[in-house]
T-cell receptor, first 114, second 112 residues
Framework: SAVISQKPSRDICQRGTSLTIQCQVD?????MFWYRQQPGQSLTLIAT?????????ESGFVIDKFPISRPNLTFSTLTVSNMSPEDSSIYLC???????????FGPGTRLTVL | AQSVTQPDIHITVSEGASLELRCNYS??????LFWYVQSPGQGLQLLLK??????LVQGIKGFEAEFKRSQSSFNLRKPSVHWSDAAEYFC??????????FGAGTTVTVRA
């Protein structure tokens, strides 16, 4: 299994600002993903973070709003840009374990936008 | 389109009683199916998974799930729940490229 850490664990931000969330894995992984869990909701996939190339976004999510970096096989960042209260959610990083279709999730970043 | 339905939003069960959480999926190919648990303030933990083979899958914490292709279901069961099983449970299906599509979740409350 993979051990995943996320920073920050939580934050409270002002409308119009941006927040960058970091995801660090203790081993090299091929696939990294970013999910959003809005209050009382299920998880929705935002994008696949691709190492060495642009992220692949799901329908309804765009790079300008959620820029993603993946500089190497153990690290990724997700930025939530120009935040509004609707962006208040838990953001989770996940990784696929050696192409096994078994995903491991980070502890999440709880974001509140005022 | 692939989808996962968890018909029960909230289930309350007495400690020591059995638990069954329903999950139905819609997917064109042979599905990869998962159950995750999310305890309050915690991340998601994988309980069990089904890829192929034996349709009755054993997981951690005493959970099991049965894949029924004819019913497009993957229900989660536990014979005797503990207070620590109170959590949110998510069923998910692999939708290709190692991505997951999640159901809406079922909240389980355990009463003493």
């Amino acid at each position: 299994s993979a051990v995943i850490s996320q920073k920050p664990s939580r934050d409270i931000c002002q409308r119009g600002t941006s927040l960058t969330i970091q995801c660090q894995v203790d081993s090299q992984v091929t696939m990294m993903f970013w999910y959003r869990q809005q209050p009382g909701q299920s998880l929705t996939l935002i994008a696949t973070a691709n190492q060495g190339s642009e992220a692949t976004y799901e329908s309804g999510f765009v790079i300008d709003k959620f820029p993603i970096s993946r500089p190497n096989l153990t690290f990724s960042t997700l930025t939530v840009s120009n935040m509004s209260p609707e962006d208040s959610s838990i953001y989770l990083c996940s990784v696929d374990s050696a192409g096994s279709d078994e995903q491991f999730f980070g502890p999440g970043t709880r974001l509140t936008v005022l | 389109a692939q989808s996962v339905t968890q018909p029960d939003i909230h289930i309350t069960v007495s400690e020591g009683a059995s638990l069954e959480l329903r999950c139905n999926y819609s997917y064109g190919a042979t599905p990869y199916l998962f159950w995750y648990v999310q305890s309050p303030g915690q991340g998601l933990q994988l309980l069990l998974k089904y890829f192929s083979g034996d349709t009755l899958v054993q997981g951690i914490k005493g959970f099991e799930a049965e894949f029924k292709r004819s019913q497009s279901s993957f229900n989660l069961r536990k014979p005797s729940v503990h207070w620590s099983d109170a959590a949110e449970y998510f069923c998910a299906v692999g939708v290709g490229d190692y991505k997951l599509s999640f159901g809406a979740g079922t909240t389980v409350t355990v009463r003493a």
